[in-house]
């Protein structure tokens, strides 16, 4: 049974962990083992399930050579909590799981997580509002009428209307593109293109639609600084001053501006413990539990490199503004502390790039409930954001475009309606235009006077000049 790429799509996270629990059990070597003069048929070791779920796990493009040793043994730990596996005694669930020499087997059934029931679900993510509609509560039926007093000139106005002579008059609502029509528009555009990318009939079962805030969008596409960094409006929601001091030191390490060159040996290495305290204990993940699906299945467009880009592009203008924020501070020192030759070592079990990844994917990305396999989950996104985070944390110029020229038009459509002479004036059409400057005589072009001499000819003997 050979391991096949789980794409985008609702419940990525428990297909993913059906598939691995299937790979595990058809591939994982069983073999005779001696335990306390004891002989165990069809069995494993823990130390031989942890090598050999790792290197499945290291060549599975769904998680990527990334994988450590220690999350695969966290990942048979779960797998002995839900009966994926079991000691030689039949004990599971409360048994804890180390690397050693302990005896395991299958269970002759091991049950895969069952699917939530789909929801009925509607293609369209945001019914744009008719523009032509009148406001609710305002239909001729519900329009308040004073009394009038009834005159001969009443009267004759409406004895013409009656007959006909007169038409009789309707209320005309004009719908004005008000702030939160815009605000409408760059919601729903925003999902369509992420819907289009993912390649799901809805987002309903991927993101819960009514959390997001257009708002948010917004802000993150225009109020940004020249190096593209969020600019935030409430200074309360920002990086204190010491943890921004602290990644400005790494960051630019050993030319730091904000601080005086360290005396004492390992300095770094309690700057970078600072960092990852902060982090660390954070409320939520900086993409938020509400976008962890949406995430994870972005997480399967990961061979296609640059769709993936664009769809974590367009998550990515989902978060609220100071989460961006921190999130684009973050991937900049990580990123450059990765690529920095004169950066000592700061952990002595872990490279610099394994660091980064297993101390802060959980404070990027995890789930507000338990899932089976999001740490590996966190750790591919992670590496992914640190290798393409100059892409991903920008603003996507063709959704920004496109959203901009749609409002133009409703803009220009809204005009047109409420002031037809004047838009007539200002945008006038091809007939109009021909009206208004009718089309100069084109100058024929000038002759030049080489044209005009003839080529030359040889001299021929005519019949009147032989006469």
Request: aromatic fraction near 10%; charged fraction near 25%.
């Amino acid at each position: 049974m050979e391991h096949r790429i789980v794409g985008p799509g609702p419940y990525r996270a428990t297909r993913l962990w059906n598939e691995t629990v299937e790979l595990f059990r058809a591939k994982m070597p069983l073999r005779k083992h001696r335990c306390r003069f004891k002989s165990y048929e069809h069995c494993f070791t823990a130390a031989e399930a942890v090598d050999w779920l790792h290197e499945l796990l290291r060549c599975n493009q769904n998680f990527g050579p990334e994988v450590t040793r220690k999350q695969t043994i966290q990942l048979l730990k779960k797998f002995l909590k839900n009966h994926v596996i079991e000691d030689i005694k039949g004990k599971w669930g409360q048994e804890d799981f180390e690397d050693n020499r302990h005896l395991y087997r299958f269970p002759p059934s091991s049950p895969l997580k069952p699917y939530p029931k789909k929801l009925p679900y509607q293609k369209d993510v945001i019914k744009f509002p008719e523009w032509n509609e009148p406001p609710p509560g305002t239909s001729q039926e519900n329009i308040p009428v004073r009394p009038v007093v009834m005159n001969s000139e009443m009267w004759y106005k409406r004895h013409s209307i009656a007959i006909g002579e007169v038409p009789a008059c309707r209320l005309v609502h004009r719908r004005q593109l008000t702030e939160g029509n815009v605000e409408e528009i760059w919601k729903s555009m925003t999902l369509s293109y992420l819907q289009k990318i993912l390649g799901l009939d809805s987002l309903e079962e991927v993101l819960d639609i009514k959390l997001v805030n257009s708002k948010f969008i917004i802000h993150n596409v225009y109020s940004v600084s020249k190096q593209g960094v969020v600019i935030l409006d409430d200074k309360s929601k920002e990086l204190p001053h010491w943890v921004l001091s602290a990644m400005k030191c790494l960051a630019n390490w050993p030319n730091s501006c904000d601080l005086k060159q360290p005396m004492y040996l390992g300095f770094e290495k309690d700057v970078f413990k600072t960092i990852a305290d902060y982090y660390g204990h954070l409320k939520e993940p900086l993409l938020t539990f509400h976008l962890f699906d949406a995430f994870v299945s972005v997480l399967g467009l990961l061979q296609k490199e640059k769709v993936a880009v664009e769809a974590f592009q367009i998550c990515c203008l989902l978060l609220p503004p100071e989460n961006r924020r921190k999130l684009q501070l973050l991937m900049r020192m990580m990123a450059r502390i990765c690529l920095n030759k004169e950066m000592p070592p700061l952990c002595d079990g872990f490279g610099t790039r394994t660091l980064m990844v297993q101390t802060f994917s959980h404070c990027i990305l995890c789930s507000k409930d338990e899932v089976d396999l999001d740490e590996l989950l966190a750790a591919r996104l992670v590496t992914f954001l640190m290798d393409n985070y100059q892409e991903i944390l920008k603003v996507p110029l063709a959704l920004q475009t496109s959203i901009e020229e749609r409002v133009a038009h409703l803009r220009r459509v809204q005009f047109q309606k409420s002031y037809p002479e004047v838009y007539q004036e200002r945008f006038p059409t091809p007939e109009s235009e021909a009206l208004l400057f009718p089309e100069k005589p084109k100058p024929k072009p000038q002759l030049l006077m080489w044209a005009l001499k003839k080529p030359f000819q040889p001299f021929q003997r005519t019949r009147s000049f032989r006469m």
